[in-house]
């Protein structure tokens, strides 16, 4: 059995080293690098965010995986990379040159297959830049929660949903960060509460908004459990009971939908993954890690190991639903 981790990021070294080189800078993308070493990156109106140690390391990652019993990864970017608010035309070349960096930085016959990125804040060009991806050998496509605080039902990203969904191309929904408020300030809440609930909020967007209902062949997956939807569906279910503006596009409860999404495993906890299992199944859920990042499970094996499941849905976990969801295996 293969085993394979779902929800892994990385950026190839190349994509860095050009733009520190001279000329090699891109609209709205800058490199800075402390004396201490320290890669840090800003992208259009984002702040500057420090490159994570093991980003952009493959070998280094050979090496955990082996530690872990992981055999495959899924490689998808940092979602600090992605350009939503550049303007479209330099979204679209900061998105082609990501995606190619990455197709580069991954030899064939390597146990990784490469997740592309797309310029989200137009709808038609992320469409083009998927099909694009997908004549290079991409498999799928992360996106995050909005673009630039676009939702992710708003009308402009219709084009990218026919495409993939006429593809098959697997999608991973990634927490893009909630609106700044001085609530998550402390404590480390944006992370800790806050990406939980914005893939929730990204969750209910396309439940709600109609486009799971226009676009059922889409596959689409919603890291770090499912945010809060698992654990939330029953409030769901009796807001759409008792509101009229909940039925505006859907004509069934939210909780329909449980068991067309897919999960991953990085729940931190093997009594919410083995709660995850008994609600939508095995067959739902894939194994995950979100390495390099410090909040990564370390150990996801043991996490399914300690859930207690039996050997059939250990078995999905672990391979089998990571081949349905992304449709192949290098």
Not at 64 to 75: K, P, T, Y
């Amino acid at each position: 059995m293969t085993v394979i981790d779902i929800h892994a990021h990385f950026v190839p070294a190349e994509l860095f080293e050009r733009l520190a080189r001279p000329g090699g800078a891109q609209p709205g993308v800058e490199l800075a690098v402390h004396p201490d070493g320290t890669q840090m990156l800003k992208i259009g109106t984002a702040p500057p965010t420090p490159v994570p140690p093991g980003m952009t390391d493959l070998d280094e990652r050979c090496g955990a995986m082996a530690r872990q019993g992981v055999d495959s990864q899924w490689l998808t970017p940092w979602l600090s990379t992605v350009g939503y608010s550049l303007g479209r035309e330099h979204g679209a070349v900061w998105s082609r040159m990501v995606n190619e960096s990455l197709i580069r930085a991954v030899p064939k016959g390597s146990p990784f297959l490469v997740g592309a990125t797309v310029p989200l804040q137009d709808g038609k060009a992320a469409a083009a830049e998927l099909e694009y991806a997908l004549t290079l050998g991409m498999t799928g496509l992360i996106i995050g929660t909005h673009a630039n605080g676009k939702s992710l039902d708003d009308p402009d990203l219709e084009p990218l949903w026919q495409v993939a969904a006429e593809a098959r191309a697997p999608i991973m929904i990634h927490p893009f960060g909630l609106a700044p408020g001085a609530r998550l300030d402390r404590y480390h809440l944006k992370n800790l509460v806050g990406n939980p609930a914005d893939t929730t909020i990204a969750a209910a967007q396309l439940i709600f908004g109609g486009v799971i209902d226009r676009h059922p062949d889409l596959k689409v997956l919603l890291v770090h459990g499912g945010g809060f939807f698992p654990y939330q569906f029953g409030r769901w279910d009796h807001g759409f009971a008792v509101r009229s503006d909940a039925k505006v596009h859907l004509g069934r409860p939210p909780s329909d939908y449980l068991n067309w999404f897919f999960y991953d495993t990085v729940t931190h906890s093997h009594q919410a993954l083995r709660y995850l299992t008994d609600l939508v199944g095995s067959d739902r859920i894939a194994l995950g890690t979100d390495y390099p990042f410090d909040m990564a499970d370390f150990d996801p094996r043991r996490t399914v190991s300690q859930a207690q499941l039996d050997a059939a849905a250990t078995a999905a976990i672990e391979s089998e639903t990571s081949r349905q969801f992304l449709g192949r295996m290098p």
